[in-house]
């Protein structure tokens, strides 16, 4: 089956520095590959994915990359504020995200002030 | 709109007990899945449904149960509860095969003692 790497385990960074995140993946059939935040206590949140057909994809301060050839996607966030402090977990689907999501084990990301 | 709502949000079971961990969903998704979470060790795809009547195996189908006889129930059964079944059940649902943003309930914490 599919197995999905992150790292780093944790990441501090000053608040308004910049954050990346990468995950490798193991299957090359993999076609769907979402970010989720998950805040302490509550549930996953879905803040960006990617589909295997594109290289780049942003939203605001939040961007995804994809190497299908090395198999790596990472996640960055520009101008980090306090309340990106959270867990980010990446993760990959072969079935588009349809048949559930193989998850890294999480980021957790700490912004310091 | 509730979204994805999960009962009970806590529980202690003791050994050998059994239980059903509840997920209903009102926004007619077709996808349904069960995770569990284990601290530092991300989510692991217990089961997974694609439509009423039709479920499937994920990761870590061992010691679970799961039915789908509604579009808007899918519940989680542990028939002779364990210590390793010690985790944070997550429901999650999503619309179709390309609609793929997975929606999270709030989470079961369960302890076996």
């Given at each position: 089956?599919?197995?999905?790497?992150?790292?780093?385990?944790?990441?501090?960074?000053?608040?308004?520095?910049?954050?990346?995140?990468?995950?490798?993946?193991?299957d090359?059939?993999?076609?769907?590959?979402?970010?989720?935040?998950?805040?302490?206590?509550?549930r996953?949140?879905?803040?960006?994915d990617?589909?295997?057909?594109?290289?780049?994809?942003?939203d605001?301060?939040i961007?995804?990359t994809?190497?299908?050839?090395?198999?790596?996607?990472?996640?960055h966030?520009?101008e980090?504020?306090?309340?990106d402090?959270?867990?980010?977990?990446?993760?990959?689907?072969?079935?588009?995200?349809?048949?559930?999501l193989?998850?890294?084990?999480?980021?957790?990301?700490?912004?310091?002030? | 709109?509730?979204?994805?709502?999960?009962?009970?949000?806590?529980?202690?079971?003791?050994?050998?007990?059994?239980m059903?961990l509840?997920?209903?969903?009102?926004m007619?998704?077709?996808?349904?899945?069960?995770y569990r979470?284990?601290?530092?060790?991300?989510?692991?795809?217990?089961?997974?449904?694609v439509?009423?009547?039709?479920?499937?195996?994920?990761?870590?189908?061992?010691?679970?149960?799961?039915?789908?006889s509604?579009?808007?129930?899918?519940?989680?059964?542990?028939e002779?509860?364990?210590?390793?079944?010690?985790?944070?059940?997550?429901?999650?649902?999503?619309?179709?095969?390309?609609?793929?943003?997975?929606?999270f309930?709030?989470?079961t914490?369960?302890?076996?003692?």
């Open positions: 089956g599919e197995n999905v790497e992150q790292h780093p385990s944790t990441l501090s960074v000053q608040e308004g520095d910049s954050a990346v995140i990468k995950c490798t993946y193991s090359s059939a993999s076609n769907y590959f979402p970010w989720y935040k998950q805040e302490l206590g509550k996953p949140q879905l803040i960006i990617i589909r295997s057909n594109v290289g780049e994809k942003k605001q301060r961007a995804v994809l190497n299908k050839t090395a198999k790596h996607f990472s996640l966030i520009t980090t504020q306090p309340e402090s959270a867990v980010y977990f990446c993760a990959a689907s072969l079935g588009g995200g349809a048949d559930g193989t998850f890294g084990k999480g980021t957790h990301l700490i912004i310091q002030p | 709109n509730a979204g994805v709502t999960q009962t009970p949000k806590f529980r202690i079971l003791k050994i050998g007990q059994s059903t509840q997920c209903t969903q009102d007619n998704h077709n996808y349904m899945y069960w979470q284990d601290p530092g060790m991300g989510l692991k795809l217990i089961y997974y449904s439509g009423a009547g039709i479920t499937d195996k994920g990761e870590v189908p061992n010691g679970y149960n799961v039915s789908r509604t579009t808007e129930d899918f519940p989680l059964r542990l002779l509860a364990a210590p390793s079944q010690t985790s944070v059940y997550f429901c999650a649902s999503s619309a179709d095969g390309k609609n793929t943003e997975a929606f309930g709030q989470g914490r369960l302890t076996v003692v």
